[in-house]
C-alpha cells in the first residue's frame, strides 16, 4: 500500500502499522458497526475521518510509519488535539508539544496560542508566548487571550505577559499596524496599565 498521497486523495497506512501504533484506529478497524469505516472487497479498510485537516492526517500518517513528526507549529498544535483523541500512547504529543516550542515563530503565535488555550495545554501557550512575543503579534495575543475564558489561570497570566511586555514597548505597539485594528476595549484596557504604571503623562 502507498503511505501517503497528495491533497485530492486519502492518507494510506498499512494495516500492520496501524495494529502495532494506533490502537484508536485499530480497534475502529475491528468494529463493524462504526459508520465511519469502509471495508472492501480487495481487503482495505477506509476510515473517514473529518474532524481534522489533511494536513494534520498526513502528519499523523507519517509520524505512525516513521514515528517523527514533521509538519508546521499549527499543525502539530492540531496532531496535539488528534493524540488527545485517539489516547495515543506513542509520545505523539509530546513530539507535538516539542515542535510548536521549538518552530514557532513570531507570525504563527497567536495561532498556536488561540490553538493550545482552547486544548488546554495552557502551559504550553505561557511557553511559548514567553519564547516568541515580539511588538509585531502582541496586539494578535492580545486578542486571542481576550477571547478566552479567563478562569484559567494560564490564560490570565498570558494576558498579564503581554501586557507588561506592551507595557514596556508602548510606544512601538501604540504605532504599529495591528493597533489600530484591536478592539477599543483591549485598547482602553492597555491605557489603563499604562497610566497605572505611570507612562501616560496629560
Known sequence: AKKFDSPTF???????????RSQYLWRLLESPCKGNV??????????RIHKYSYEALLAYGQYLHEDRVDCRPEVAV??????EEYVDSTGLAEKCAQLVRRAAT?????????????LHRSA???EVTKLRLCVDNACDIMQVVDACDLNDPQA?????????????NATAIVKSERFSSLDDTLKSRLFVK?????????
Open 78 to 83: 492540531e496532531l496535539l488535539e488528534l493524540a
Open 106 to 118: 513570531a507570525g504563527s503565535l497567536a495561532q498556536c496560542v488561540s490553538s493550545c488555550l482552547f
Open 10 to 20: 486519502s492518507v494510506h497506512v498499512g494495516l500492520d502499522t496501524i495494529k502495532v
Open 156 to 168: 490570565q497570566y498570558i494576558q498579564d505577559i503581554v501586557m507588561n511586555f506592551a507595557a514596556g
Open 124 to 126: 504550553l501557550a505561557v
Open 38 to 47: 469502509t471495508r472492501h472487497e480487495d481487503g482495505r479498510h477506509t476510515v
Open 194 to 202: 499604562l497610566a497605572s504604571m505611570g507612562l501616560l503623562k496629560t
